[in-house]
């Protein structure tokens, strides 16, 4: 079986509980990155504009031995504050590749997977958890090729209620990509100015 790894230098494992969006056939290995250093939220409103988040994304590329390996989730360490009715908004989880080949650029704009959970009944309050979101099929990619992991939901903005994904800052522990966002009120375009190079995302992903 091809298996699917990425390598990041030690970071402390955070104890979490865990909801999955659906199952899948494929498992296999998995590299994992996680912190509880820092959090970065969605849709919140309130902090200054320049803080208003509508998409969170992490770059990445697939270190494996062969050329391509197909990815079937991907795991983020989420956490609520307030909360949401159930059954009425979704948090979704897009792969897309880069727009430019490698050049970290822009996502395409175009998914190649995705998945969405509930966050009213699959994220379980202000405490940091790790989330799955498990694509309906497995979705193949290139090894040594730039991906995008996004991240986005369809709440309104709210200066009370919103989703936080965890980050590491400080130094930049994943080597293969970096933290990003998109702002509500400038367009479609990712930016990580205010981040600076050395912010990466807590994630997780699953492949075959």
Known sequence: MKSLILILSAL??????????????????????????DAKSLNDSS???????????????????AATVNLSSAALIL???????ASTYTATV????????????????TALASASIDPAT???GNTEQTVTFT??????????????LIFRADYPVSATNFLK????????????????????????SFLNTNFGA???????LRGC
């Open 122 to 124: 699959q994220i379980a």
């Open 165 to 188: 994904w965890s980050a590491y800052s400080g130094q930049s522990n994943y080597r293969s990509g970096q933290g990003y966002y998109r702002l509500s009120n400038i367009g479609t």
């Open 94 to 109: 897009e792969i897309q590749a880069d727009a430019a080949g490698n050049s970290e650029t822009q996502p395409s704009g």
């Open 47 to 65: 902090g200054s504009g320049s803080t208003n988040y509508d998409r969170l994304a992490q770059t990445f590329r697939i270190s494996s031995a």
């Open 135 to 148: 694509f309906t099929a497995p979705v193949t990619l290139t090894t040594a090729t730039t991906y995008w």
């Open 198 to 204: 050395a912010l990466d995302f807590a994630f997780t």
């Open 12 to 37: 402390v494992l955070c104890s979490c509980g865990s909801t999955s969006s659906t199952t899948s056939a494929c498992s296999g290995n998995s590299w994992t990155q996680t912190s509880a250093a």
């Open 79 to 85: 956490s609520r504050t307030g909360s949401f009715t």
